[in-house]
């Protein structure tokens, strides 16, 4: 009897996402549907799938290219958060600053938009704007493990909305006044707002520590990376909850600069880095006796193997229940292999 062929991985598919920051150093997430067909029900970054229509040439399977930041990435992140949230990240063609559409024709671009009946950037310039793609920022990629029928390999980015001048701002939503950082020109960021059901149910800033919180108590389903990389900018950002006096204008500049010095290192650099988060074998911690596992971050999944480096210092813990991932916790990799060893000779 001939040897089973052993079954080849399934194509990650190229996808972006965003940690949109608000003027007061808020994060940005969605709630996902129940039946999305992908994180269903979980807390997510706004982001989806690259697509050729609206962002560009995309490389084939076999092209190393397929997994590096590129202006397809970042058109498909602008847009993607355009259709989520509503908030677009777009320069004005004349001034330089965030562009601002009234919102009937924001609502009626998102649709047209996520319908595919208008390329996305014709619909922006026919608006006198183009995607903001110089700022986003870099923050990891990652490439779903093998184990998993449906893969992606997704661009993380940052992109921070510019800040308000009024130090007594409080955590109510973005549809307020706020100061563009290049020209100094007050711009209106819209609140949020959910795709009315095709996707999400909810959209919503609050600080990084506050997410984080909402995730651990059980309260909301969040996934190993957004939890992960909330949990590495969450010292930066306002602790503050919502309703409460956010920081001034000056505090919050000094947070959001030592969160980007944060950002632009690591070894190697955050922004380079490619996570396929994967269990460590039983020996080194990777099954507990709380009945989490432990997620090693340092593998950048096959397709990128021998050429790109992940995060070699963390490990996410996790118990995954049929609601999706619960119990999360950020250890060193360096605690979680002495456990192990520990629990090995008991």
């Known amino acids: ?24 150093n808020q994060v940005l997430l969605l709630h996902r549907v ?41 058109t498909a992140a602008i847009r993607e958060t355009f259709e989520e949230s509503g908030i677009l990240l777009a320069k004005n063609n004349g001034f330089g600053r965030l562009i ?14 996520h319908s595919n009946k208008v390329e996305f950037r014709k619909w922006l310039a026919a608006k006198g704007g183009r995607p903001d793609i110089d700022n986003l920022i870099p923050f990891t990629r990652w490439v779903t493990p093998t184990n998993v029928p449906k893969r992606f390999t997704t661009q993380m980015y940052i992109y921070l909305l510019p800040l308000s001048h009024d130090k007594s701002t409080t955590l109510k939503g973005s549809n307020e006044s706020n100061t563009d950082s290049e ?21 919503r800033f609050l600080p990084p520590s506050k997410w984080l919180q909402l995730a651990q108590s059980g309260r909301i389903i969040m ?8 949990h590495l900018i969450s010292p930066f950002l306002s602790p503050e909850g ?10 919050r500049q000094a947070q959001r600069k030592a969160m980007l010095e944060f950002v632009r290192g690591g070894n190697p650099p955050w922004a380079e ?22 997620l090693g971050l340092d593998k950048p999944g096959p397709e990128l193997k021998g050429l790109r480096k992940g995060e070699p210092d963390h490990c996410v813990l996790v118990e995954f229940k049929k609601e999706g991932p619960r119990r999360l916790e950020v250890r060193t990799r360096k605690s979680v292999l002495e456990e192990g060893r520990t629990e090995s000779k008991l």
């Open 183 to 203: 020209g100094g020109s007050e711009v209106v960021i819209p609140d949020p707002t959910h795709d009315g059901g095709k996707e999400h149910t909810a959209a």
């Open 34 to 74: 129940r039946t999305s067909s992908s994180f269903p029900s979980a807390h997510v970054f706004p982001g989806g799938n690259l697509s050729t229509f609206h962002d560009g040439e995309i490389p084939s399977p076999e092209d190393p290219s397929r997994h590096q930041d590129s202006e397809a990435y970042r």
């Open 273 to 294: 880095q490619v996570i396929s988060p994967i269990a460590l074998p039983p020996s080194h911690g990777g099954k507990r006796p709380d009945g989490r596992i432990a």
């Open 223 to 230: 996934f190993p990376p957004q939890f992960f990389l909330l």
């Open 100 to 113: 601002e559409v009234k919102d009937a024709e924001r609502e009626e671009g998102r649709r047209l938009v």
């Open 242 to 251: 919502a309703g409460k006096s956010v920081a001034s204008y000056d505090e």
């Open 1 to 24: 009897m001939p040897a089973k062929e052993k079954k080849q991985p399934t194509v990650p598919r190229p996808s972006s996402s965003v940690i949109v920051i608000s003027p007061e």
